[in-house]
């Protein structure tokens, strides 16, 4: 920190008890009093330097006990300051510093210090130190910039604030290595006034590594709020880039909000606490007046902020139950970036009076509908179709639409085993998300089942209503099995499953058969390129063999399905719901698998037409291998 030294005598005063002595020599004539400390002096040093004195000591009473005496509750920087002001006026040695000058420089305005009482007056020598040291160094201009919280409307006065901040604003927005040295001291390598790297204090020339545009931003939060505002402010003026004040005023909330990190150790959030800013450890009104001010401060941009450090508000901003508006921002923020949060982000606890459930859907809810509204607007109106194909065939990551659903659907699972979770709350939930979000239903399926498996009253209708939520079309195969043999869903929903397992199962026979077609026909024509290779031809026999095993296990498994459905459908005649033949029909045509049966019995005899062919194909070509081996032998 530079200093500049003042005066050239050696210190004549003696502190004893709340008074001060000037030990000269010469009794006292005056003596003035400054809040609780008393400065025994002499008339003539300080009238030869402020006007102020000058018209209190002419203005003194003339009574005995209160001749010689002056008050001055007002003066800034309070006791401390006239010291340093006396010594001055003494002529005593002093050091100007970026920690003082400040006070001085006020106190000096206060006393009316100025050239008419005499030649480099106070005034003069505070004014020249901050213009040509102080303000030229953006270490300086910090610590005189701290300063003047005491001393605020003295220093707006003065234009001493404005000065400070602009000339940090200036330093922020400028390459750290243009204006000299030091900047900030993080036990880097010291540097000349030019930027060039000292070794044992001489300059090698060589230039430093280019600080990150952050480097500012720890020196920057020990400000106060107020201070830390006007300084964003001047920032924001001056073009700097929206994402780097976004960086500063989350710098800056990490520091002052206990709890915003989870991660964040104790000892260092509380370690990081600025007594000069918001006391140590700030008060709940405090943290809910920094919480609004950082929504204000927060530019209203996708990506600029991460997204666990804005749930991270979110979260503190509900447990402080600061201004509902402000809440509101904050989900709108995070709606906007919610493909980028984690199951856990979500994850919030309810912090209502109410407490109906354990988390807070409500507000995933809100945060959700922000995030659909956002992704509309960003795709023009286009229609979901056409957003969900170009996105997931052409781009090598899953679009952001589908992201956010499978997110939703692990949340769903999470909140489902919660008893006071109501039904309407849950598909609420689980039917914002569009149906071209979802490329399959396993999540939300999973949801559902651990929803009926915590909420066992719910009665057929309501289970009906809830499965509905999921396309049974959109099962894996996988979850097709599962469900078929889930006793919680509702006897529609697994006839609906059993049909579309069915129908899975022979498209996959199907696809294997033509699969085989392909196989058959490169094989013939790797035989007519090598000719009779025995080692070829025993290769090719066992990878028939292995789809044929394949094949068949897929053949029993269909039907094995058929079996489930037949003795289905005589449990459902028994049941006397309708009568005659026509029970089986009536139920067909109200689950509408009517016609669809009759593709798929058509297709099933397709597929099987086609096995036998091959099957045909296959004999012909064993029979020909025969042939050819035996004519060979009979050649030896």
Request: glycine share 8%.
């Amino acid at each position: 920190m530079a200093c500049v030294k003042l005066g050239s005598k050696n210190d004549a005063f003696q502190r004893q008890g709340q008074a001060w002595f000037c030990t000269s020599g010469l009794p006292s004539d005056i003596i003035v009093e400054v809040g609780e400390m008393s400065f025994h002096l002499h008339k003539f040093p300080l009238l030869s330097r402020s006007g102020v004195m000058e018209k209190m000591v002419a203005e003194a009473p003339e009574d005995q006990e209160e001749r010689g005496v002056i008050k001055i509750p007002d003066i800034p920087g309070g006791a401390k300051t006239f010291e340093m002001v006396a010594k001055f006026c003494y002529g005593v040695k002093l050091e100007l510093t970026a920690s003082n000058v400040v006070y001085l420089r006020c106190a000096a305005e206060r006393l009316e210090m100025t050239e008419e009482y005499g030649e480099g007056n106070l005034i003069c020598q505070t004014e020249a130190f901050l213009n040509q040291v102080v303000l030229k160094s953006w270490k300086d201009s910090l610590i005189a910039l701290q300063t003047c919280d005491d001393i605020l409307s003295y220093a707006d006065e003065l234009q001493i604030t404005k000065r400070c901040i602009e000339s940090l604003a200036i330093k922020a927005s400028t390459d750290p290595s243009l204006f000299g040295w030091p900047i900030v001291e993080h036990g880097g390598p010291m540097q000349s006034p030019g930027g060039s790297v000292l070794w044992n204090g001489i300059s090698t020339g060589a230039r430093p590594k280019n600080s990150s545009l952050d480097w500012w931003y720890e020196d920057a939060a020990t400000l106060s709020l107020p201070l830390y505002k006007r300084l964003i402010s001047v920032m924001e003026s001056r073009g700097i880039k929206q994402e780097i004040i976004a960086g500063s005023v989350t710098s800056y909330a990490k520091r002052y909000i206990p709890g915003l990190n989870r991660r964040q150790g104790p000892s260092e959030s509380s370690s990081r606490l600025a007594p000069v800013a918001l006391g140590t450890p700030p008060s709940e009104d405090e943290q809910k007046l920094l919480l609004e001010e950082i929504d204000r401060m927060l530019p209203m941009q996708k990506s600029l902020v991460p997204t666990k450090l804005l749930f991270g508000l979110l979260r503190t901003s509900m447990i402080l139950r600061v201004n509902p508006s402000c809440i509101s921002n904050l989900e709108k923020r995070v709606g906007m970036q919610l493909d980028q949060a984690t199951l856990e982000d979500l994850l919030m606890p309810n912090f209502s009076y109410s407490m109906e459930t354990l988390y807070n859907v409500d507000c995933v809810q809100r945060i959700l509908e922000h995030f659909l509204a956002v992704d509309q607007i960003a795709h023009g109106g286009a229609s979901p179709c056409s957003i969900d194909d170009e996105q997931l065939i052409g781009s090598p990551s899953l679009p952001p639409i589908t992201m956010v659903a499978k997110l939703i659907d692990g949340y769903l699972a999470e909140v489902a085993p919660d008893v006071n979770l109501k039904l309407p709350k849950f598909q609420a939930l689980a039917a914002a998300v569009p149906d071209y979000a979802r490329p399959l239903d396993d999540g939300l399926y999973r949801a559902i089942d651990i929803y009926l498996k915590s909420h066992p009253w719910l009665g057929e209708s309501d289970r009906e209503q809830l499965c509905r939520l999921m396309d049974c079309q959109k099962l894996s195969l996988e979850a097709c099995t599962h469900a078929a043999q889930n006793e919680r869903l509702p006897l529609r929903i697994i006839v609906q499953v059993l049909f579309f397992e069915q129908l899975q199962l022979r498209t996959s026979i199907a696809g294997c058969f033509l699969v085989s077609d392909n196989l058959d026909g490169s094989r013939q024509l790797r035989s007519g390129i090598v000719g009779s290779n025995e080692g070829g031809w025993g290769t090719a026999v066992r990878e028939n063999q292995v789809l044929k095993v394949g094949m068949d296990n897929m053949r029993m498994r269909v039907s094995e399905l058929e079996k489930e459905c037949s003795n289905m459908r005589q449990e459902i005649e028994k049941l006397g719901r309708t009568k005659g033949s026509s029970a089986w029909g009536n139920m067909s045509k109200k689950f509408g698998f009517k016609l669809k049966s009759q593709m798929c019995s058509a297709q099933e005899g397709s597929v099987s037409n086609q096995y036998n062919g091959n099957r045909k194909t296959e004999k012909l070509k064993n029979s020909q291998g025969k042939q050819k081996r035996t004519a060979a032998i009979s050649n030896e």
